[in-house]
């Protein structure tokens, strides 16, 4: 049976030490990292999400900035606040929460963020740096994966073979990119491969990262892999009831896998911790002060959640 890998505690040392890396810069340097997020129109999940955030940047002793904007906002008056942001020298971080409305350009929004400040990794100029293996920011879901897979393998992960299910911008290619930095070798599967059990099958690492509910089955894991679950996929049961549920049958991995994340508590709440120390890390990139490694440590036991707690998950 799989050790079920618990993002929640890893995300929670996370940010504990991220606040102590920010109690350091307000110490040390007079810096107190501040994040903008922007969220056009009213999308309540965005609206959750975008909370959360700010309370966890308060929580972690950052400066937390919100703007809200109407969803008949025009791209012209959204370029406008984001180069207000690239000039405000107490904002370190800008993200813009996506989906934007139709009407919006996305990569020409993304595009016009500082790539100093571009703290959800999305700029062109940070995707360059990171597929060339150049220092700048990585965006957070990946990087949230990377963490967790180096929980369980420790910092070493040469020659070891990744599977990616799932070519999006936002986490299959920079996940790859990841990896293939690590030493791994890494293949990247999508809507249009061929054979997917069988290159699974093969795999000492698995991302999921596809947004269809248990699309991977427990026959498609290798004995011994470790799987890392992106998806987040709300499914109705028989009797009605809600409930969540990722990219993978996680039951049925659960038997192969060495290491597994559940869904919920696994990935998700990693984004948020990643999304806070690229904040750090680009004030320090801002004010040239090298960002210290403060990832918590890996192989540790207390990331993983015993067969017999209460989290976990149903
Ligand atoms: P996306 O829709 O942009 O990309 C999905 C990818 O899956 C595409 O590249 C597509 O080619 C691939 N795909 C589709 N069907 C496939 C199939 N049958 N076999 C193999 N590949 C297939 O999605 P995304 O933004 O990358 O997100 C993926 C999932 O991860 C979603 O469920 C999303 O909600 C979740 N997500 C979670 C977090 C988090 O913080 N936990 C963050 C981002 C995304």
């Known amino acids: 049976m799989a050790t079920i890998i618990d993002g ?53 002793g950052m400066e937390s900035f919100d703007f809200r904007m109407p969803d008949t906002t025009t791209e012209a008056e959204l370029l406008a606040k984001i180069k207000a942001l690239n000039e405000d020298k107490k904002v370190n971080g800008i993200l813009v929460q996506l989906p934007l409305p139709k009407h919006i350009n996305e990569s020409a929004v993304i595009n016009a963020i500082d790539p100093l400040k571009d703290v959800d990794g999305f700029h062109v100029i940070n995707a360059g740096k990171l597929a060339t293996g150049q220092q700048g920011l990585v965006p957070c879901t990946p990087f949230g994966c990377l963490l967790l897979i180096k929980s369980v393998l420790g910092d070493d992960l040469s020659g070891k073979n990744a599977v990616i299910i799932g070519r999006s911008n936002i986490v299959g290619k920079p996940m790859a990119n990841l990896l293939l930095n690590a030493n791994c070798t890494v293949t990247i599967t999508h809507s249009r491969t061929k054979n997917l059990a069988e290159l699974c099958a093969r795999a000492h ?26 998806g987040i996929n709300r499914i109705t049961l028989s009797d009605g009831s809600k409930k969540l549920v990722g990219d993978v049958a996680f039951a049925e991995a659960a038997e192969r896998a060495k290491a597994i994340t559940p869904v919920p508590g696994g990935v998700g709440p990693m984004t948020i911790a990643c999304l806070l120390s690229n904040t750090v890390k680009a004030a320090c990139l801002q004010h040239n002060i090298q960002p210290q490694v403060f990832y918590p440590p890996y192989s540790s036991d207390c990331f993983t959640i015993s067969p017999n707690s209460s989290s976990k998950p149903k």
């Not at 690492?205 to 992106?230: F, S, Y």
């Open 8 to 60: 929640k505690a890893y995300a929670a040392k996370l940010r504990e030490q991220v606040g102590a890396e920010v109690a350091e810069l307000k110490t040390k340097h007079k810096i107190t990292p501040g994040l903008a997020v922007v969220l056009v129109g009213a999308d309540p999940a965005s609206e959750i999400y975008v909370n959360s955030k700010g309370k966890m940047c308060r929580e972690a």
């Open 205 to 230: 690492i698995v991302v999921a990262a596809v947004g269809k509910p248990e699309m991977v089955k427990g026959e498609w894991i290798k004995n011994g892999a470790v799987v890392i679950d992106v």
